[in-house]
Structure formats: C-alpha cells, structure tokens
C-alpha cells in the first residue's frame, strides 16, 4: 500500500493519564465529570465505553500533567467501589489529520506502532482527527515511523516537521479560555445513522492485527466515524468503533479473517453524534455539560470520545429525538 496522504500532526506534551475500568452498571463516568468540573480541572481528550466487552466499563481521560494526581483521588473517590483507577504521567496526546473517516489511516497508525515495538496508550477520534496517547520516550520512533507510513506534503521529513513545530506547544499551552459560558456555544451537532457499534479486548501484540483489519475495511469503501481504544488488564487493549449496518458482513468478515480468538461485542442500531465547539479543547465543565444533560433524558451514551475540540457520542437509535432536546438545555445550537 502506497502512503497515504495527510495534512498535518498536532502533538500535546507532557499530560497525565487516568484509567477507570468498573463493572458495567456503575455510573462512574457521571460522577468523573461531575467531580473534575467541580474542582476546575480540565479535561484534554477523554473516552468512554459503557460495555468494552469483557463486562465492563471502562472511562480515561487526559489532563494537565500537574493536575493528574488531583484527578487521580477524585477518581479513586467517586469512581464506585467496584472501579479500579490507574495513572500513568508523561503522556503525549498524538493527532494527525485530517483521516476522512477512512479505516486505513487507523490502520496504518496502528500497524506503524506495532512494527516499531510502541504500546499503545489510548485512542481517540473526532471527525476530522485521530489522537493517540503515547508515553513521551516513543514518541522520536513513533514521528519516525510516520514519515514512511504517511505523506505530510508540508514537511518533506521528519527533520522538517520538527523545525516548523518547535516552540509551538508553549503558544498553544499559553492560549486558554479563562471565562464561562452558562450556555455553551456549538457550531454544529452532526448526526450520523443506521451504525453497529463493536467492541471487542485483544492483546497488545495483536495491534498489528488489528491494524490490518481495518486496513482490509478500507477497500470496501466503508467509513468508520467513531472509535477509542483503552488499556485494559492484564498487557489487553480494549477497543470499540462504528462501521454502517449495511456492511456489517464485510466487518464480521474482516475481524475474523485477521482477529479469529477475540469475540466482539455488537450494538445495534446506534446513533454517532458530534458537538464541535470554539473552546471545547481548553475550558472544563464542557463534558460534563454533556454527561449531565444525558442523564436528565435518562440517556446512558454507550461510547464517548472528547478529543481535540469535538465531544463525539454514540447513543441508542430510539434516544436520538430526546437527546437532542436535552443537549439544547445547556448547548446553544445552530437550527
């Protein structure tokens, strides 16, 4: 396979990452919001799912690397007695864009950290971005191994790219959006229909494989609008996505053929919705804007990821209509 060509890499330095796996039932990622908000720490990327496929939830998030340990006690206290909750520091929060919602850039990140012996830390998709956590000593194999697996028409090298980011972080770090908004602006909510949402836990030298699943997927023509991935227990890989139901044969096909030993766990039929906003990516209390408003309609997403400056959630086909009434309460949305 040809490189595939990409616009651009985004990198966030130095964050701490926190890891809640409970068993399916507990609300925990309500109360992890809640608390966080509570206490004005903000959340950079964050997944959720409520079912990983092995019976329980699972709930990580990213924050400022001299907050995680602020974080790590509140998840440990209002995580429920049945959660386990983990942290590891010096997390770097990995983006390139933009994927198009095509399998086989996923793929081929996942086959590049694979083949360059990097563990995969934790994933997370917007519509226009893939973000991947990575401990910070990988990251000089892992911008390596994106140079062969990828075409960046701006940086001709890895050397290139380096130049023109060095110095950018401290900007970005420095922008912060300090007020706050009792109705939080919205640019758009997109919808997208008619999905299966799978989930299966692999080990972790079976990324390659996975990789070359979703590459596979790839030659159908199929888009996948929706996926994360968490650390799970015992050296697994927790992963769940949304592929369309009308080629719900070709993804059976595909994970078998490269996955036969792992199981997935389907949902059907589910909605993927997409909030992108103008200060999603750096003010707290916005994902819990959202949580909260779900849980008023008595709508327990099946799967979340806030990553860059998009909060994207899987729901339940039948809770469309309701969610979207709820998300008008505390989001001020375009009609």
């Not at 490189?3 to 992890?32: D, M, V």
């Not at 008023?296 to 799967?303: F, R």
Request: hydrophobic share 40%; charged share 15%.
């Amino acid at each position: 396979m040809s490189r595939i060509r990409l616009g651009g890499i985004k990198i966030s330095e130095g964050r701490s990452h926190l890891n809640a796996s409970c068993h399916c039932g507990e609300n925990a990622l309500t109360n992890i919001c809640s608390r966080l908000a509570a206490n004005r720490i903000n959340i950079t990327l964050l997944t959720h799912v409520a079912d990983s496929g092995g019976g329980h939830s699972v709930s990580a998030l990213c924050t400022e690397k001299e907050d995680g340990f602020s974080g790590y006690f509140l998840l440990k206290v209002k995580g429920g007695q049945d959660c386990t909750v983990s942290m590891q520091s010096d997390i770097n929060i990995l983006s390139v864009f933009p994927h198009e919602q095509k399998p086989a850039v996923t793929g081929k990140l996942l086959e590049t950290l694979a083949g360059n012996g990097v563990r995969l830390r934790g994933l997370a998709s917007s519509p226009s971005a893939m973000s991947l956590l990575i401990a910070s000593p990988d990251m000089a194999r892992v911008i390596d191994g994106l140079f062969s697996a990828f075409d960046f028409p701006s940086y001709p090298t890895p050397l290139d790219w380096h130049a023109a980011y060095q110095g950018k972080e401290q900007v970005l770090r420095e922008i912060i959006c300090s007020y706050e908004e009792q109705v939080i602006k919205v640019y758009n909510i997109a919808q997208q229909v008619d999905l299966d949402l799978w989930s299966l836990t692999l080990p972790h030298l079976q990324l390659n494989s996975l990789g070359a699943a979703l590459v596979g997927l790839d030659g159908f023509g199929i888009r996948m609008p929706f996926m994360v991935a968490h650390p799970g227990l015992q050296e697994q890989l927790s992963t769940s996505f949304c592929f369309p139901i009308s080629h719900r044969e070709e993804v059976r096909q595909e994970l078998s053929r490269h996955l036969p030993q792992v199981f997935p766990v389907r949902h059907d039929p589910v909605v993927a919705l997409s909030l992108h906003g103008p200060h999603f990516g750096d003010r707290y209390g916005i994902t819990n804007a959202l949580v909260g408003a779900l849980q008023g309609a008595a709508v327990l997403p099946l799967a979340v990821s806030c990553a860059v400056s998009t909060i994207s959630v899987v729901i339940r086909s039948e809770e469309l209509e309701r969610s979207i009434q709820a998300l008008s309460g505390n989001f001020t949305i375009p009609s």
